[in-house]
């Protein structure tokens, strides 16, 4: 298990009010604020994520034109390294262009995947400019394109794929690689996509050629849609099955001071005994099983209303 849990802090995304009151005022004030406050808080890395949400559509250009004047403006006030959040080659290729590596250190390129349409052209920025990665496994190339990942096997594939690519490509060591195998909502994981997850960290943790490389995933996507006053004991009683599991990264919030809980707290035996749930016994369909599986959520997010 992790001895740390590194925090990607995701205060500079358009999900939140700060970020697009920033964004709209083309404010690089507010965004050295942001950036400061979660500097501030510890954080490893700041993710720079300016990409539109159902609150605020952004086009390509605004947000091509707007990293030369934001990316100078938070490594003023910072020495935390950025990780570039965007599927966007043309994103990465003007963000790695304006950063300071002499500064900040190695900067993220987030990310790579099956489904992205310029592969070749990101693993060359990568080795080109020397960064870190991460790598979704959470989808895997399929005929005609990619898919889902919707068992471990497909997840540790993916993984294996990039690992290799990045190595041979890019020449990256396993340590600057860090997998995502992809977070589902608790809430409404009636796939098993949690449990996915949690097995193909294990799998590729187990996997000697694989050794070293890292694991993040997306906290906030986990508790989504559960009543507020849950979600963030959701959110770190996932966090101590994740790391049992070699999971030593999260995107995440840094003002709610996301970390594991103890494995003997009460709400990750809760967790624990719900996930276990979803997992399909001989004969019965995952569908079955994953309904039973939010059922159970359901009912730790009634008991924790009831007790507040």
Wanted: glycine share 6%; hydrophobic share 40%.
């Amino acid at each position: 298990m992790p001895e740390k849990l590194n925090v990607i802090g995701e205060l500079i995304n358009n999900s939140y009010a700060r970020a697009r009151n920033a964004f709209t005022a083309r404010s690089v004030k507010d965004y050295q604020t942001l950036a400061k406050i979660q500097a501030d808080l510890g954080v490893r890395y700041l993710t720079l994520n300016l990409d539109g949400t159902q609150k605020i559509q952004v086009k390509m250009e605004e947000m091509l034109a707007f990293l030369p004047d934001v990316i100078p403006a938070i490594q003023e006030v910072t020495s935390v390294p950025i990780s570039f959040d965007n599927p966007s080659v043309r994103y990465h290729e003007i963000a790695l262009k304006h950063y300071d590596a002499k500064k900040s250190g190695r900067p993220i390129l987030n990310s790579l995947a099956a489904s992205r349409t310029e592969l070749e052209r990101m693993v060359e920025l990568v080795a080109h400019y020397d960064t870190n990665v991460i790598v979704m496994a959470s989808e895997h190339f399929a005929p005609g394109g990619s898919a889902q990942c919707l068992n471990p096997q497909d997840a540790h594939a993916a993984a294996k794929h990039f690992v290799e690519l990045l190595c041979t490509k890019a020449k990256r060591t396993r340590d600057q690689i860090i997998i995502d195998p992809g977070l589902a909502p608790v809430g409404a994981d009636t796939y098993g996509l949690v449990n996915i997850g949690l097995d193909a960290m294990r799998l590729i943790g187990s996997d000697p050629d694989l050794r070293g490389v890292h694991f993040v995933v997306g906290l906030s996507n986990f508790a989504w849609g559960t009543p507020k006053g849950v979600r963030e004991q959701l959110e770190n009683a996932y966090l101590t099955l994740g790391m049992e599991r070699g999971l030593d990264y999260a995107l995440a919030n840094p003002e709610k001071s996301p970390g594991p809980l103890p494995a003997d707290d009460p709400m990750v035996d809760k967790l624990r005994q719900a996930l276990a749930q979803g997992r399909a016994a001989a004969g019965e369909t995952q569908e079955t099983a994953g309904y039973r599986q939010a059922e159970a959520i359901m009912a730790i997010c009634s008991e924790s209303i009831e007790v507040d």
